[in-house]
C-alpha cells in the first residue's frame, strides 16, 4: 500500500514509547517518504525517541522540539522554532491527552473541578491552541488530525473523565474545521479502537475490552498502530482533501455494533 508524501512535512506531537499510537502514525508517515518532526513533552522523552527514530528510513535524525501543550508561550515557541527551520509544514498530528489515574476508574460522577480542568486543558484546548499556532506555517491544503475513541460518544465503562474529554476534542474538530476551512486548512480525528499503548497501561480489565472487541466487531480481530498511521496518512495526504470535520472510525467497525 503506497502513498507517497515525500515532498510533505508533518509535525507528530505525542510519540512516548513504541508502543504508542503517534509512533505507528510516524511509521506509516516515514514509509510514505515524508520529512518529520517531533515534538515532546520533555527531555525525558527524547533519549527513547531518538532511539526509535534511529530505526526510520527517511527520519534518522529527525528535528526534536520539547512542547509542553499546558504552557500557551511553549506552543507559541515550538511552533515558531519549527518556523524558523523548515519552509512550511503540510500537517500535524496531535495524539495527547491526560487524565488523573483516580478520573479513569471509579465513578464520573466523583471527578474534581480541578481534575476536570487539567484533563480537558491537555486533551482538548491543546488542539485549539496548536490549531493556531500552526496555522501560520501551513503550506495550502494543510491538514491536522487528532485521536479520539469511542468513549467519547458513548458512555463507556470506565473512561469517565477522558470520554467528556473527548467529546470536546471532537466538537473542537468541527469548529476548528468550519474556521479554518477558508485557510484552506483541513481538521480531521481519527477514532481508533483500543490499543496496548502507555495509556491503556492504566487500565485494569484491559485483555477483557480487547476480547470484547474479537467477539462482537463486525472485522473480528482488534486493530494495531500501523492501521491507525495509515488512516492518518490518508487524512493528512492530498487523497483527503475534500474531507474536514470527520471522525473516521479505525476500529474494526465495532461502533456500528448495537
Ligand atoms: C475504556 C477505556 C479504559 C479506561 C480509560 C483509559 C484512558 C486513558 C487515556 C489517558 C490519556 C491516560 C492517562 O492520562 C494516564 C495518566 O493518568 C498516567 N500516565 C502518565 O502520566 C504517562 C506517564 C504519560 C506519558 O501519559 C500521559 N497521558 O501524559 C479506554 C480504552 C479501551 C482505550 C484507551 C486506552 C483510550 C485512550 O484514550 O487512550
Redesign the pocket.
Known amino acids: 500500500m503506497s502513498l507517497n508524501l515525500s515532498d510533505k512535512t508533518y509535525v507528530i506531537m505525542g510519540v ?1 514509547n513504541k508502543h504508542s499510537i503517534a509512533w505507528g502514525i510516524a511509521q506509516a508517515l516515514d514509509q510514505a517518504g515524508a520529512t518529520l518532526i517531533f515534538t515532546i ?1 520533555s527531555d525525558r522523552f527524547k533519549k527513547s525517541l531518538t532511539k526509535l527514530t534511529a530505526e526510520l528510513e527517511h527520519n534518522k535524525e529527525p528535528m526534536i522540539v520539547n512542547c509542553d501543550v499546558s504552557e500557551d508561550q511553549d506552543v507559541e515557541n515550538a511552533f515558531k522554532e519549527i518556523k524558523g527551520k523548515v519552509d512550511g509544514i503540510d500537517g500535524v498530528v496531535h495524539a495527547i ?5 483516580e478520573d ?1 476508574e471509579g465513578r464520573y460522577v466523583d471527578t474534581s473541578r480541578d481534575g476536570f480542568l487539567h484533563s480537558l486543558n491537555i ?1 482538548a484546548y491543546s488542539l485549539t491552541k496548536v490549531a493556531n499556532e500552526s496555522k501560520e506555517l501551513m503550506n495550502e491544503g494543510g491538514s491536522i488530525v487528532t485521536l479520539t ?1 469511542l ?1 467519547g460518544e458513548r458512555a ?4 469517565n473523565l ?1 470520554g467528556v474529554s ?1 467529546s470536546a476534542l471532537e466538537s473542537s474538530v468541527r469548529y476548528l474545521a468550519q474556521d479554518l476551512g477558508q485557510d484552506g486548512i483541513r481538521v480531521n480525528a481519527v477514532s481508533a479502537g ?1 490499543i496496548r ?4 497501561k ?2 485494569g480489565d ?1 485483555s477483557t ?1 480487547l476480547s470484547e472487541i474479537e467477539k462482537r466487531a463486525p472485522l473480528k480481530r482488534n486493530i494495531d498502530q500501523i492501521e491507525v498511521g495509515n488512516s492518518v496518512a490518508f487524512l493528512l495526504s492530498d487523497l483527503a482533501s475534500g474531507v474536514t470535520g470527520e471522525v473516521l472510525h479505525v476500529d474494526s467497525g465495532y461502533h456500528i455494533v448495537g
Not at 491527552?97 to 489515574?101: D, G, Q, R, T, V
Open positions: 512516548a513533552m491527552a491526560f487524565a488523573n489515574k479513569i486533551s475513541y468513549g463507556v465503562p470506565n473512561y477522558m473527548k483500543p499503548t502507555l495509556s491503556s492504566a487500565v484491559f475490552i
